[in-house]
T-cell receptor, first 114, second 113 residues
Framework: GAGVSQSPSNKVTEKGKDVELRCDPI?????LYWYRQSLGQGLEFLIY????????KSGLPSDRFSAERTGGSVSTLTIQRTQQEDSAVYLC????????????FGEGSWLTVV | GNSVTQMEGPVTLSEEAFLTINCTYT??????LFWYVQYPGEGLQLLLK?????DKGSNKGFEATYRKETTSFHLEKGSVQVSDSAVYFC????????????FGTGTQLKVEL
């Protein structure tokens, strides 16, 4: 597609439920990133994929968070047993493989845990 | 560690005023520097970038110069418009650190008529 596509754009879930957020990167971009944007925390890095492997998952806040990428394209971020503090905008981004290339962001998935 | 510090907002200006949003960084190497902008209801967009000392990034009338001696990358615009109202994020990226952007906390700009 023309840009990074994320779904759902908005999600309201009950505390304790699992959620899956999907990211479809720009075609041909082998690098994919997940960030979280929340009030008071700014933009936090979560995980980085190069192809299907994740060389840096240092930003995942707990073991309730996981992500996978298949076929070097679509990625899914899963949050298990959601908590209210997980409420945030989850941003996906992608770039070409070389370090220093511009990173393009999607519009985000707004997650609200009630 | 690596970090980016931005001036706190919100910054409120009248249309055609001069804009400066300060950004300083701390990094263990020689980063590339970026300004991203987030318009209301939209995702992050790259505004401009600079990859080495003394480079000037520019776009849409905005400019920022990579100052290694002061570890700064201040964003400037000579005459702001109402349509510039957005949140502006300064960020750095270090080669050898994956391709991971480290962001500042963002500065909200409101431009009024």
């Amino acid at each position: 597609g023309a840009g990074v596509s994320q779904s759902p754009s908005n999600k309201v879930t009950e505390k304790g439920k699992d959620v899956e957020l999907r990211c479809d990167p720009i075609s041909g971009h082998t690098a994919l990133y997940w960030y979280r944007q929340s009030l008071g925390q700014g933009l936090e890095f979560l995980i980085y994929f190069q192809g299907n492997s994740a060389p840096d998952k240092s930003g995942l806040p707990s073991d309730r968070f996981s992500a996978e990428r298949t076929g070097g394209s679509v990625s899914t971020l899963t949050i298990q047993r959601t908590q209210q503090e997980d409420s945030a905008v989850y941003l996906c981004a992608s770039s070409l493989v070389s370090v220093g290339n511009t990173i393009y962001f999607g519009e985000g998935s707004w997650l609200t845990v009630v | 560690g690596n970090s980016v510090t931005q001036m706190e907002g919100p910054v409120t200006l009248s249309e055609e005023a001069f804009l400066t949003i300060n950004c300083t960084y701390t990094a263990t190497g020689y980063p590339s520097l970026f300004w991203y902008v987030q318009y209301p209801g939209e995702g992050l967009q790259l505004l401009l970038k600079a990859t080495k000392a003394d480079d000037k990034g520019s776009n849409k009338g905005f400019e920022a110069t990579y100052r290694k001696e002061t570890t700064s990358f201040h964003l400037e615009k000579g005459s702001v418009q109402v349509s510039d109202s957005a949140v502006y994020f300064c960020a750095l990226l270090l080669t050898g650190g994956g391709n991971k952007l480290t962001f500042g906390t963002g500065t909200q700009l409101k431009v009024e008529l």
